[in-house]
Each structure stands twice: as structure tokens, then as C-alpha cells.
């Protein structure tokens, strides 16, 4: 599938829910998330494969599930099980807060799931309550070892910079790296709660460079990733450096998104939506919808605006 820009669409992200067992303080309201899905809005994981399904005949090849937390999304692993025998699908994989990952990665792994990026912003287990309100690092932990174990791997560790939190962490979250894990540093986004801070805690990724000095960048090998890579010497994990408001990957861009209400979403800093939900549940043809749809994919995104978009990561799925 290509868009009117010439870009081959390959690579379909997933939310399959909008809840979540954290309330990261950048993500969600402690209350939990306001104006959460009611159950008849959200997909069901069936409507959810026949979606995916329809995306992968035309030509999607790399599927992630995101969320929410998909781990808490119930019937997961069968819906894993479903997707990876899809004809077409090379690449599966999950992000997820590795909360519920040590008893999940086995049967995820053997259902078919290739790898997990494991969403982690501080070693401090008290930082790591006050960030997530509800988290266990521990568990996390023992989620990144068993995903290794498992063999979900190449693991990434995706973190979040936090000026005041985490900004002070760069240089043990990177030794992970001598573990063979790949460690993506992400800057903060005016998105979700972060909205109402991101400006004061932002922390641009160049710090990273400044506090290891020793990273030397690497080649890209897959230009549609927002990430630039980096090395410690001698070491096989890669650092990224993730500027997602600044980044302009745009003219490699090869993704979408789907929510779990089952609305289209073709650039992630755009409030433009195709509802194939309702689509599907109308009998119309899905396919046409989703080649329309993609050939109207926006060139790159605009970001000097000062109202950013209206859903929180928890909705699109990050
Ligand atoms: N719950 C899962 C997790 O945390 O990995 C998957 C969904 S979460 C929305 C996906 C990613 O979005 C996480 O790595 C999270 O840190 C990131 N994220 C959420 N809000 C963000 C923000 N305001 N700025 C930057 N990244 C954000
Ligand atoms: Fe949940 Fe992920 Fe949002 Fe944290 S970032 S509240 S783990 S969805």
C-alpha cells in the first residue's frame, strides 16, 4: 500500500485498550484515565483480527500491540496466536510497562510474539512508584530477564527523560546495554498529563550525549525508525535517541495506528481519524476504507502549533 507521497505503509501499531494497571504521572490522571472507552466502543480482540486481518492482505508485514497496557487487555495471547499465523506477518512484537511480563512472556512467545520493548524510566524503586503511582520495578525486572529467557528478544528499554526525575539516571539505564538490550531515550511529549509539564521537564535528548561522551553513532539500519543509534565501545546494545516532536522522519514514515476503538490514525501528532470500528460493524469494505485512507496520509507533522492533539498516549497507543 502505498500513500499519495510515494511511501510504502507496512508497519500497522496497535492500542488494544486505553486502561492500564499505572497511572504514569505523564500518561494519566491518578483517578485513572477520563472519558475511558465503554465496552460496546471498544473493539473486541475478534473485530480486532478481522481488522488486522484486512491490513495484512493488503500488505501490512510488522504489527506492534500496544496500549494502554495490552497486558491487561484479556484474551491476548490467543489474539497473538491468531495474528502471528496471518500469512504476510514477518515482524510481531509488543511495548508494554512489564508489569504482568514475567508470568506472560512464555505463553506470548510461544503464541507466537517475536520481541517486547519494555517501557522503564528510573532504577530507584521509590522514583519508580512516584512516576508509574502503581508500579512494582521489581516485577519489571524480573519481566525484562524472563523476556530474555524466552527469547522475546532483541529487548528494548524505552525511557522516558524527565528533567528533575530520571535526568540523573542516563548512565545506569545505559549499562543495560552491556546486556545486548537496546536503551531508546525518549523526549517528553505535551501529551497526555505531560501536558500540563512537559515544557518545564523537558530534557532534550543531547544530554545523553553530554553524560556519556563515550557513545559513537552508528549507521541507521532501518530508516523508517525515529531513533538515531549510538554505542559504548565494544558493546553489542544500542542507544537511541528518540525526539519525537522534532524528529523529521516523516519521509520514511512507513506506519499507522489503530485504536482499540478501532479508529485509523495515520500520523500520530494528527487528530485525523478514520472510524473502520463502525465501518466493520456496517459491512462496508474495509479495504477500500484502509487504501483510501493511507493514500490521504499526511506528509510530515506540524508542530510549532500551540494546540497539540486531543488523545492521550494511553488512546493511540505510543
Ligand atoms: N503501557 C505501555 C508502556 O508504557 O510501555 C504501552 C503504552 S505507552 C502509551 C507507550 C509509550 O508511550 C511508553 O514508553 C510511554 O513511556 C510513552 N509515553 C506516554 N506518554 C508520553 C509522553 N507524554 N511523552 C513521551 N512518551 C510518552
Ligand atoms: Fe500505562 Fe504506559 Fe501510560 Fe504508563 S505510559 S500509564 S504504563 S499506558
Known amino acids: ?22 497511572r504514569c504521572i505523564y500518561c494519566m490522571p491518578q483517578h485513572g484515565i477520563d472519558n475511558k472507552l465503554d465496552h460496546e466502543d471498544m473493539l473486541s480482540l475478534e473485530e480486532m483480527y478481522v481488522l488486522i486481518k484486512n491490513f495484512v492482505e ?7 500491540f500496544t496500549g494502554g497496557e495490552p497486558l491487561v487487555r484479556k484474551g491476548i495471547v490467543d489474539l497473538v496466536g491468531k495474528v502471528s499465523k496471518l500469512k504476510g506477518v514477518r515482524d510481531l512484537a509488543m ?45 519489571v525486572l524480573e519481566g525484562i530477564d ?27 539505564l545505559i549499562d543495560f546495554t552491556k546486556r545486548g538490550i537496546d536503551v531508546r531515550f525518549i523526549e517528553l511529549m505535551p501529551i497526555g498529563e505531560a501536558a500540563n509539564f512537559a515544557k518545564e521537564r523537558f530534557v532534550s535528548t543531547n544530554l545523553v550525549l553530554e553524560t556519556v561522551s563515550e557513545l559513537v553513532p552508528i549507521e541507521r539500519e532501518d530508516k523508517s525508525s525515529p531513533a538515531a543509534y549510538y554505542v559504548l565501545p565494544g558493546v553489542k546494545g544500542k ?8 524528529c523529521k522522519f516523516c519521509e520514511n ?18 487528530d485525523r481519524e478514520i472510524d473502520l470500528g463502525s465501518a466493520l460493524r456496517n459491512n462496508e469494505n474495509i479495504k477500500e476504507i484502509i487504501r483510501d485512507a493511507i493514500w490521504t496520509k499526511e506528509e510530515s507533522h ?12 494511553n488512546q493511540i497507543g505510543g
Open 58 to 64: 493488503l500488505g501490512i508485514n510488522k504489527i506492534r
Open 95 to 139: 511495548t508494554t510497562n512489564g508489569q504482568l511480563l514475567k508470568q506472560m512472556a512464555k505463553p506470548l512467545k510461544e503464541a507466537g510474539l517475536n520481541r517486547v520493548n519494555i517501557s522503564l524510566d528510573t532504577l530507584d524503586p521509590m522514583k519508580f512508584v512516584k512516576i508509574t503511582r502503581q508500579g512494582d520495578l521489581n516485577a
Open 239 to 246: 542507544v537511541g535517541l528518540i525526539n519525537p516532536i522534532s
Open 1 to 22: 500500500m502505498r500513500d499519495s507521497f510515494g511511501r510504502e505503509i507496512t508497519y500497522l501499531r496497535i492500542s488494544l485498550t486505553d486502561r492500564c494497571n499505572y
Open 253 to 270: 514514515c512507513n506506519r499507522v495506528r489503530l485504536t482499540s476503538s478501532g479508529k485509523l490514525k495515520l500520523c500520530l501528532h494528527s
Open 146 to 172: 524472563e523476556a530474555i529467557n524466552v527469547g522475546l528478544t532483541p529487548v528494548k528499554i524505552n525511557t522516558v527523560l524527565i528533567g528533575g526525575i530520571n535526568d540523573d539516571e542516563i548512565r545506569d
Open 302 to 313: 506540524h508542530l510549532e502549533d500551540e494546540q497539540y492533539i486531543i488523545r492521550n498516549m
